[in-house]
């Protein structure tokens, strides 16, 4: 059974405890003051870039929205992230000589990587640490598709039938591939949601382990320091 990370399961559960101690309708915001569902809602609370408040002034409903986050606030969450997700051994490594396919056929290889800061997300069809963090990672793609020398990929544990079936209604912006068993041998990746960077001669520069708020921080600081 694939680890989830305590730290989401804990933010999840004391989220879900807060909202239905409350005999009212609970209703969630995004940033810019869009109605969205739950599961959106912690999406961004795991951003880091904001934190939530409830307004419940109502008699009949608790609104939820947000205080954007100050640089000192997004730094504490990188700095934490550092400390419990980092698998600090695998700095500096060099990724194995893998070969492989998108879903669209196209192939990925040392040569073709060579050069790339490479951007992988690991991730199977039904984890919840997953989902929360796709948009962050959606809206760190969109920011840097247009520069030739990043390239974002994914991974998913899942098949590919059920791959297909899951992006119909869930977008990932980025190519994904299917996690093999040959690619399984030789990445050992046991603990999902995996987010690794590669340097530009395909040394891990990041390799993080589960989901905090300092996640997606962290990923955009190393980005922009490898640039």
Same mark, same amino acid.
């Given at each position: 059974?694939?680890?989830?990370?305590?730290?989401?399961?804990? *933010? *999840?559960?004391?989220?879900?405890?807060?909202?239905?101690?409350?005999?009212?309708?609970?209703?969630?915001?995004?940033?810019?003051?869009?109605?969205?569902? +739950?599961?959106? +809602?912690?999406?961004?609370?795991?951003?880091?870039?904001? @934190?939530?408040?409830?307004?419940?002034?109502?008699?009949?409903?608790?609104?939820?929205?947000?205080?954007?986050?100050?640089?000192?606030?997004?730094?504490? /969450?990188?700095?934490?992230?550092?400390?419990?997700?980092?698998?600090?051994?695998?700095?500096?490594?060099?990724?194995?000589?893998?070969? /492989?396919?998108?879903?669209?056929?196209?192939?990925?290889?040392?040569?073709?990587?060579?050069?790339?800061?490479?951007?992988?997300?690991?991730?199977?069809?039904?984890?919840?640490?997953?989902?929360?963090?796709?948009?962050?990672?959606?809206?760190?793609?969109?920011?840097?598709?247009?520069?030739?020398?990043?390239? /974002?990929?994914? /991974?998913?544990?899942?098949?590919?039938?059920?791959?297909?079936?899951?992006?119909?209604?869930?977008?990932?912006?980025?190519?994904?591939?299917?996690?093999?068993?040959?690619?399984?041998?030789? *990445?050992?990746?046991?603990? +999902?949601?995996?987010?690794?960077?590669?340097?530009?001669?395909?040394?891990?520069?990041?390799?993080?382990?589960?989901?905090?708020?300092? @996640?997606?921080?962290?990923?955009?600081?190393? *980005?922009?320091?490898?640039?």
């Amino acid at each position: 059974m694939y680890k989830i990370t305590l730290l989401f399961i804990a *933010l *999840l559960f004391l989220n879900i405890s807060i909202l239905f101690a409350q005999d009212k309708k609970q209703i969630y915001y995004d940033e810019k003051g869009n109605k969205i569902s +739950f599961m959106e +809602f912690v999406s961004i609370e795991m951003s880091g870039r904001y @934190t939530s408040y409830s307004d419940s002034s109502s008699k009949y409903k608790v609104e939820w929205k947000w205080i954007a986050n100050s640089e000192q606030q997004k730094n504490e /969450f990188i700095s934490k992230a550092r400390v419990e997700n980092i698998v600090a051994d695998s700095i500096g490594q060099t990724f194995p000589g893998i070969s /492989f396919y998108d879903i669209n056929n196209q192939l990925y290889n040392k040569d073709s990587l060579n050069g790339k800061i490479v951007f992988i997300n690991y991730w199977f069809v039904g984890c919840t640490p997953c989902e929360a963090e796709r948009p962050e990672l959606n809206r760190l793609y969109e920011k840097y598709k247009n520069k030739d020398d990043i390239v /974002f990929l994914s /991974f998913s544990n899942s098949d590919e039938k059920t791959v297909r079936k899951f992006l119909k209604s869930h977008a990932i912006n980025y190519p994904v591939a299917i996690f093999s068993r040959t690619l399984d041998d030789k *990445l050992g990746i046991s603990e +999902f949601p995996v987010n690794i960077i590669l340097d530009k001669s395909l040394k891990y520069k990041l390799y993080m382990k589960g989901i905090s708020k300092g @996640t997606s921080l962290l990923i955009e600081e190393t *980005l922009e320091d490898l640039l």
